[in-house]
């Protein structure tokens, strides 16, 4: 018997989205929100997983994937960046909400069982943050996600085979030339022995326009990475 239940007896957890009690014992979601969570469903791009508007009865592929097919082989995301989620993503990423990690976690595990084969894959790996930024911050966001999907999937996790070598600035306000320009050659392999004939599944927890998951792919497949495919918790 786990102590999670005593525990919420005693301090009852709170849903991170509506404030009300989360009723799931070691779960910071209530039931509620989950079931009201903006979910993404076809319509949407074959490789970026950007969703459509409307109705598409055929294979679509988005413009900008027209224009330059990213190095990524699919991605992927569970919610549409909006509403209660997006600032439970923003508290998590930015406000030290750790404590949210299995719960994204959980979402990101159901997106890669909607959408992919879990036996494609021999490792799930993130993306870095530059050392400067992670020493501020204290942890990597996307880090914490893939180590708890990792373990959900049994994969091992790739903590060392990528690093960020060049500070980065901000890609928010960005338009896809310029995130591309920003993150260009701004990541290594480190281990491309180990990096070399195996498929990887890359986790982040927010993808926009996927310049930085494209950078980091491309760099995977240069060091000798067979698949590499993505997978967010929310898609901007």
């Known amino acids: 018997m786990t102590i999670a239940p005593l525990l919420d007896l005693i301090w009852p957890r709170a849903c991170e989205v509506c404030g009300k009690a989360a009723g799931q014992a070691g779960k910071y979601l209530c039931w509620d929100c989950l079931s009201a969570l903006p979910l993404i469903h076809p319509p949407f791009c074959t490789l970026c997983g950007d969703p459509v508007d409307g109705e598409i009865t055929r294979d679509y592929i988005c413009s900008l994937c027209v224009d330059r097919k990213p190095a990524f082989d699919h991605a992927r995301s569970a919610l549409r960046f909006k509403g209660g989620i997006k600032d439970v993503l923003h508290r998590f990423k930015y406000s030290n909400a750790t404590h949210m990690a299995a719960d994204l976690a959980t979402l990101l595990s159901a997106c890669v069982r909607t959408h992919y084969n879990r036996e494609c894959f021999d490792a799930v790996s993130f993306v870095p943050l530059h050392p400067v930024k992670e020493r501020s911050r204290t942890y990597n966001q996307a880090r914490l996600l893939a180590g708890h999907l990792a373990g959900i999937m049994g994969?091992?996790?790739?903590?060392?085979?990528?690093?960020?070598?060049?500070?980065?600035?901000?890609?928010?306000?960005?338009?896809?030339?310029?995130?591309?320009?920003?993150?260009?050659?701004?990541?290594?392999?480190?281990?491309?022995?180990?990096?070399?004939?195996?498929?990887?599944?890359?986790?982040?927890?927010?993808?926009?326009?996927?310049?930085?998951?494209?950078?980091?792919?491309?760099?995977?497949?240069?060091?000798?990475?067979?698949?590499?495919?993505?997978?967010?918790?929310?898609?901007?």
């Open 155 to 236: 994969l091992p996790l790739a903590g060392g085979c990528l690093s960020r070598i060049r500070q980065t600035g901000t890609q928010t306000r960005l338009n896809m030339k310029a995130r591309m320009k920003n993150v260009a050659e701004a990541f290594r392999a480190d281990c491309p022995e180990w990096i070399e004939g195996k498929n990887f599944l890359l986790v982040d927890d927010v993808m926009t326009t996927g310049a930085t998951v494209a950078e980091i792919s491309r760099e995977m497949k240069s060091a000798g990475a067979g698949r590499v495919c993505v997978v967010t918790v929310a898609r901007g």
